[in-house]
């Protein structure tokens, strides 16, 4: 079992709003692993397109003619609208077959980034841009609790696991993957390698995923209803918000960062492997961890990318030093999801749903608040203060953890299995 599945606790029946009764008489469990895994595919996909950008925004920038601040547009646009879509689409969808909007929400994906292969023009490339964050949010909503309807009751936490190592593996993979097949092809090859991804996960789904009717509905009052009524899902949230958008004000913006202190443009596809290498290490690291020290976990985290922020800023960089700062800042981001993960769906058990878009909706939402504020940070100040900026925001999560009180004290105990 993967560490998500040890420490995340079963979502209960009742936490999808699509979830069936008598999941034990869907498919066969063959079929539905089948399913499980076309669903990671395309989370995979679409995690990968939305960050794909970090790695070529130089030479994006360069043949379109825009600054390296300004091409930071294609991180935030899509996060922003992901961070939107993602509670409106889980509301809309309600009278879907779920196995449909999926499959519409993979071939929007699929279709942009094939468009943004061809782009000419960079209004043309952020429209693109902006239905990917469409997908994204709707997506990652969507499948966070389909796995209720998939496999039978007892694969669950498992097939959950599975669904969400598709935004780890995308880091770890994909965007490295993306970046080395940008530097020795160009970059709209990596954009157009994505897009054909897209559709090959449509395929799978369409195939694999069995007709998913709609069985109840959730409201958009649900949503700030969860937010306001329990703490433990604020304080969720709010290290949420300062952890995701600390790292990608500087993260963003990695590459020009480690060009501008002599790294060659060529090594940046191996330091962002090592950078996901040491993100999953630091998944599971974390999956080992919360089940009994939640909090300590999240202070951890918020420590080790602190230092590595900072490490790179006061450090002249070479390609050997940059491996071993990326590689500290790599596993602490690395146990972001599953930390976060565990401690909306400990602080929210009976709610899993809505804490689940919630989250999705903060997470995407940081992602464009960091791209941004390092987008105007680097056209303003220097490269070097996204750094600093990042460091400060992550550190605040100390003082949150630090005085959640009794909201921590309720996700750190670990729910009956």
């Known amino acids: 079992m993967t560490a998500e599945a040890e420490s995340c606790p079963p979502p209960s029946a009742s936490a999808d709003p699509a979830a069936p009764s008598g999941t034990a008489a869907g498919p ?13 595919l395309g989370i995979f996909s679409l995690m990968t397109s939305e960050l794909l950008p970090v790695g070529l925004l130089t030479p994006v920038g360069d043949a379109l003619d825009v600054s390296e601040g300004r091409a930071g547009l294609m991180v935030t ?14 509301v809309a969808a309600g009278r879907m077959d779920r196995r449909l909007v999926l499959a519409l929400l993979i071939g929007m994906m699929g279709a942009a980034n094939l468009a943004s292969a061809f782009a000419t023009d960079f209004a043309v490339l952020l429209v693109a841009r902006f239905l990917i964050g469409i997908s994204v949010g709707g997506f990652w909503a969507l499948a966070g609790g389909i796995a209720l309807r998939l496999v039978p009751q007892r694969h669950v936490v498992r097939a959950t696991a599975v669904i969400f190592s598709g935004v780890e593996a995308a880091s770890v993979l994909g965007v490295p993957a993306g970046t080395f097949l940008g530097d020795l ?4 090859t990596a954009f157009g390698a994505v897009g054909v991804l897209g559709l090959v996960a449509l395929t799978a789904m369409l195939f694999l995923i069995p007709r998913l009717p709609p069985q109840r509905t959730l409201g958009l009052t649900d949503l700030p209803g969860v937010f306001r009524s329990n703490a433990g899902v604020r304080v969720g949230i709010t ?23 002599g790294v060659d443009g060529g090594s940046i596809g191996m330091l962002l492997l090592v950078f996901g290498v040491a993100g999953l290490c630091g998944n599971f690291i974390a999956g080992a961890l ?28 070479t390609a050997f030093s940059a491996a071993g700062m990326l590689a500290l800042w790599g596993l602490g981001y690395g146990a972001v999801p599953v930390t976060l993960q565990t401690w909306m769906f400990r602080s929210a058990p009976d ?8 989250f999705v909706s903060a997470f995407n939402l940081s992602i464009a608040a960091g791209a941004l504020i390092g987008g105007l940070a680097v056209d303003a100040l220097s490269p070097t203060s996204i ?31």
Do not use: C, N
């Open 28 to 40: 066969s469990p063959l079929k539905g692993w089948l399913a499980v895994l076309a669903v990671t």
């Open 77 to 90: 646009i899509p996060g922003l609208v992901a961070a939107l879509s993602a509670p409106l689409i889980t």
């Open 185 to 188: 092809s160009g970059w709209r």
């Open 239 to 261: 290290m949420t918000v300062l952890l995701i958008t600390g790292h990608f004000t500087a993260y963003t913006f990695l590459r020009p960062v480690l060009q501008g202190s």
């Open 290 to 317: 919360v089940d009994r020290w939640l909090p300590q976990t999240a202070l951890g985290i918020s420590l080790v990318l602190t230092v590595a922020m900072v490490a790179v800023a006061v450090s002249d960089a």
């Open 351 to 358: 709610a899993v749903e809505a804490a689940s878009s919630l």
């Open 387 to 417: 750094l600093w900026i990042g460091g400060v925001l992550t550190a605040l999560t100390v003082l949150v953890v630090g005085t959640s009180g009794r909201a921590g004290r309720r996700a750190t105990s670990a729910p009956e299995q």
